[in-house]
C-alpha cells in the first residue's frame, strides 16, 4: 500500500485585531486555516515525527504574525503566513484559506462612532493564499450576499416533458445568496478590489434583464472581469431562492403577482467559471 496524498494542519484559527493606534480604531476579524503538504510519509507511515511541524505551533505563528503585521488586508497576511510556512523543511505547499467577518461602524448622534461596531447580516469575505515552488496563488471572494429584486427577471423558453409543471413567467422574484471567487493573476500586489468588485456585482444583479440565473451569473461575471484587469477569472454560484405566488382563488381573491411564500428547500444552484 502506498500513501498517495497527505495534508495536515490547525483550522479555524479565531483572530481579531485591534488597531488601537488608528484614529478612530480599526478591526479586523479573521477565521484562518493553515495547511501544509509536502515530505510527512515518515509521519504517517512509520510514527517519526521529525518533520512534524505542531498544529499548535501554526496556530501561535498566526497570532504572533498578527502582532508584527499591518494586516491591510487578508491576502496580504495571508501571503505573509504561506512564505514562512513553505520555507519549513519538508513543506512543499503550503495553503492558508482566511474569512473575514465584516464589522461596520455604528453611527451615535449621526456621527460614525470611533470604538463602536455592529455586524451586519452574514455576509463574510475570503481569501485562498497557496505557495509552492511555482510561486504564489492568490483567490479572493464572498460568500452569504443575499439580494433580491422584485422584477427585471423571467423565466421561459425551457423544454416541457411530461414531467414538467413549472410554468412560464415573465415576471418574477429573483433571490439569490451570491457565493464568488475571484484568481488573480500570478505576480498581483494589490489586492483593493474587492469593494469594486462587490460593487459590480451588486449593480449588475440589480440592473440586469434576466431570462435565467445563468443569464444573469454570467453578466455579473463578465462586470467583473471588465472591471478588474488584475482578476484572471471568476467563479460564482447562485442558488436560485424560490418565491412561488400563493393560490389566493380558494378564498376568493386575485393575486397580481404580490403575495409569495419563499421556500427554503428544494433550490436550484446554478454555478460557472467565466475567465478571460
Not at 421561459?156 to 412560464?168: A, N, V
Request: hydrophobic share 40%; with cysteine; aromatic share 8%.
Amino acid at each position: 500500500m502506498t500513501l498517495s496524498w497527505n495534508r495536515y494542519g490547525k483550522c479555524r484559527i479565531r483572530l481579531v485585531k485591534v488597531r488601537r493606534a488608528a484614529d478612530p480604531h480599526d478591526l479586523v476579524d479573521l477565521t484562518l486555516d493553515v495547511q501544509l503538504e509536502g515530505a510527512f510519509e515518515n509521519v504517517y507511515t512509520e510514527g517519526d515525527n521529525s518533520s512534524c511541524l505542531a498544529t499548535d505551533t501554526m496556530k501561535n505563528t498566526v497570532y504572533a504574525f498578527a502582532r508584527q503585521d499591518p494586516m491591510a488586508s487578508p491576502e496580504l497576511f495571508g501571503l505573509r503566513l504561506a512564505e514562512h510556512f513553505a520555507a519549513t523543511p519538508a513543506v512543499a505547499r503550503a495553503r492558508i484559506s482566511l474569512a473575514e467577518h465584516r464589522w461596520e461602524r455604528l453611527t451615535a448622534d449621526g456621527h460614525p462612532h470611533p470604538h463602536a461596531f455592529i455586524q451586519p447580516g452574514g455576509e463574510r469575505w475570503t481569501a485562498v493564499v497557496e505557495k509552492d515552488r511555482d510561486g504564489e496563488r492568490v483567490t479572493s471572494g464572498l460568500e452569504n450576499l443575499v439580494v433580491l429584486k422584485t422584477t427585471d427577471s423571467s423565466f421561459s423558453g425551457f423544454p416541457r416533458d411530461r414531467y414538467t409543471t413549472l410554468p412560464e413567467t415573465e415576471d418574477r422574484i429573483f433571490a439569490t445568496s451570491v457565493t464568488a471567487s475571484w484568481k488573480y493573476h500570478r505576480g498581483t500586489a494589490e489586492f483593493g478590489a474587492r469593494t469594486l468588485i462587490r460593487r459590480r456585482l451588486l449593480d449588475t444583479f440589480a440592473t440586469h434583464d434576466s431570462r435565467s440565473v445563468q443569464h444573469t451569473l454570467h453578466a455579473m461575471a463578465r462586470a467583473v472581469l471588465d472591471a478588474c484587469d488584475d482578476v484572471e477569472e471568476v467563479t460564482l454560484a447562485l442558488p436560485n431562492r424560490h418565491h412561488l405566488l400563493v393560490d389566493l382563488a380558494p378564498f376568493g381573491l386575485d393575486n397580481p403577482n404580490e403575495v409569495f411564500v419563499a421556500t427554503d428547500q428544494p433550490y436550484g444552484l446554478i454555478e460557472a467559471t467565466v475567465r478571460r
